[in-house]
């Protein structure tokens, strides 16, 4: 037995001002994140001749209608607004708002939308034909189960991503209180203390003429290219089949550097790919850089050899305790990559400018002593996002089993249980 979505679902007709939301509540397809992903913040509000926008609650599903092949939807945890290229879906009663979430979760949802879509350059779903799509009709005791299996799976991923996020921004702080403040530690002359923050107690700051400001004395600035190897991606020739067919050879494009790691690609070549084409293989450890795309100017590691297509620079340290310090310098200058020249960060960034960046360079003792007290947040971090693969693979695995019936939740419960992936207590909405 199942639904159609019309039955169980209608679009808000509700509207927001927006003066009662801010970029924390404002809801666009920019700020919907690819391949179910939920959101992040958006950077911007609607422009000032708009005056309200479409108004969600929390347990509404919001979906981007605008290319639905991009898989964009997100289950709403508070009240706000979102634009008219975002479908908002009221859940009606005597119906779980996150069980109906997790049936449109699936692949074959968003396929139903492009078969319905109409445009070919900028796809739109068809607001009708969307609603014909057809969920499972579970009693609610069944479809609050479901939900709590998967939203516990889900649950256990967040809270790794906030515990990633915190570790971070440990990381980070220390970066920033002694390498951009400088104020780290330095050998103190006063009896009991032991170290001193270098800058506020006075320590000397010489002026460098190649960056235009005071930095510590005996400090250097290098180029990127003085302390690393750099190398640019390639693109096989999408005509040849055999560079593609059965690769498995990761290959990395720059709209995937947006992480502080990446730990797996969402696409392959071939070994006779990577042989026949300017595409390098870079080793793990390795810092990425996008230089145009969406993403132009951001960095991640890779914990994984792999190769990138040409809108990324890889940047391997000759030294391996300066990756971690390399990688938050490169960070610090996203503003200035983004206005090189004429503003455009996709038309200027390229390997050459990125070998040419001045990096300060501190003492050698100082960067081991970042290095070593830093890497234990990046360990966490990687085991963290190793173990949110596991439990996104599994609810992929679990959801399409839940709902024709091929497992029960019980037997859902047991194959959490036997892979060591215990969950956390997720939210219910109904």
Known sequence: MSNRLRIVADYSKHRISLDEIDIDTYISTDNLLQNKQGKVNAVKMPTQTVNNVTRFDKGDILIGNIRPYLKKIWLANYTGGSSSDVLTLKIKENFNSTFVYYSLFRDDFFEHMMNGSKGTKMPRGDKTQVLDFTIPDFSINRQKQIAKVLSDLDAKIELNNKINQELEAMAKTLYDYWFVQFDFPAPSSSSGQAWKPYKSSGGQMVFNEELKRVIPVGWEVKKIKEIAKTGSGSTPLKSKKEYYENGNVPWINSGEVNASFIISAKKHISQLGLEKSSAKLFKKGTILMAMYGATA???????????????????????????????????????????????SARDNLSQDKIKELNIIIPEESLISTFHNKVKSNFDNILLNLKQNQKLSELRDWLLPMLMNGQITVGGAEKEMKSLGLVAEGGEEYK
């Open 297 to 343: 100017g951001q960095v991640s590691l890779i914990d994984l050899e792999a190769c990138t297509n040409q809108a990324i620079c890889g940047i391997n340290t000759n030294d391996e305790k300066f990756k971690y310090y390399t990688k938050f310098s490169l960070e610090d200058l996203y503003q200035y990559l983004i206005n090189l020249s004429t503003g």
